[in-house]
């Protein structure tokens, strides 16, 4: 009998044994949506530095105008470093979704745009940090991380999120760019940053797109507009300053005309910045002509062609400093 008992019991220690462990133990399936992670470290960050001077030279640091200064900035990426990880981590899923809602038309939030800013500007911070400690790949990895963040920024909104992200962008262009120029760079190195690099719109994001996002809040804020008691009164709290004399809610025919408008704008940002340099100047003029709620609007486009256009010369210098021998 006690025979039986002794391999009773072996017999269920076996079976236990041999159990998949992930019939017990199994995890819920984790998010692809890489923008729950980052509001996750949004929420980490902590303070910025009251101190104006420590301030401007995290900015000129970023910028790469100052070289990186352990003593002053170093405590600040210690006390950020779990939203840094945490942002890093993130770019490595798949999907990114930021749960605008876009019912809401221009008073949907966006308040989590300035910590993108920020959290993009220590993520760099950080790369130049380990590049000056000589831990060139994980700087490396960092700045690629950066590049993929702010392609995360952009999606699925208007030109603010777009030119937020190049901000981002730009300044981890021009980090690689230091190092590849530096000759710190491995072959290795090289490689892994062209990959990254050259799979990039030649404007490094997808301005067209982003300015497709543009109307919509626009859209409905004519909707918002025409139901309002005053409807002058809204006019200024979405534009910005008073509405014209004689003020009317835009027509039909002003609806419409805008949209032609925006059609046309749409198509030439998605030619190269150069190509669309002529007629974004002459799509500029057209704005004049419409309704004042569209033109106060519409951003300048010359302007947002020149921010296509920093980008494409930081991405070609930085593929040029990595083919050079």
Not at 126 to 142: H, I, N, S
Not at 245 to 274: Q, W
Request: aromatic share 6%.
């Amino acid at each position: 009998m006690r025979r039986t008992i002794r391999v009773f019991t072996a017999g269920v220690v076996l079976l236990l044994a041999m159990t998949p462990a992930g019939a017990q133990t199994k995890a819920p399936p984790e998010t692809r949506n890489a923008a729950l992670r980052y509001w996750l470290a949004f929420a980490d960050l902590q303070d910025p530095p009251a101190d104006k001077t420590v301030a401007d030279l995290l900015e000129k640091t970023a910028a790469g105008e100052a070289a990186w200064n352990e003593e002053k900035l170093g405590g600040i990426l210690d006390a950020n470093e779990a939203a840094i990880e945490r942002m890093q981590r993130a770019t490595k899923l798949p999907d990114c979704d930021w749960g605008l809602e876009y019912e809401l038309g221009p008073r949907a939030s966006i308040a989590y745009m300035p910590k993108a800013r920020v959290l993009a500007r220590l993520n760099t911070l950080e790369g130049m940090r380990l590049a000056a400690k000589g831990d060139t790949q994980k700087a490396v990895d960092a700045w690629l991380a950066g590049i993929h963040f702010s392609q995360d920024v952009a999606k699925g909104g208007p030109l603010i999120f777009a030119l937020v992200a190049k901000r981002g962008m730009l300044a981890n262009f021009r980090a690689l760019n230091e190092a590849a120029e530096a000759g710190r760079l491995s072959s290795k190195q090289k490689r892994q940053i062209e990959a990254v690099v050259q799979a990039l719109p030649e404007s490094g994001l997808d301005w067209s797109k982003a300015f497709w996002y543009e109307q919509d809040p626009i859209d409905v804020g004519v909707t918002e507009m025409a139901a309002a008691a005053d409807p002058a009164a809204y006019y200024r709290e979405i534009a910005g300053n008073p509405a014209p004399n004689g003020f009317t809610v835009p027509t039909t025919a002003d609806i419409v005309a805008y949209h032609k408008l925006m059609d046309r704008v749409e198509e030439a940002l998605r030619l190269s910045p150069e190509t669309a340099e002529e007629p974004l100047k002459k799509l500029q003029e057209s704005v004049k002509t419409l309704h004042p709620f569209f033109r106060d609007l519409t951003p300048s486009l010359p302007r947002l062609n020149q921010s296509r256009l920093e980008l494409e010369a930081a991405r070609e210098k930085l593929l040029h400093s990595l083919s050079a021998r």
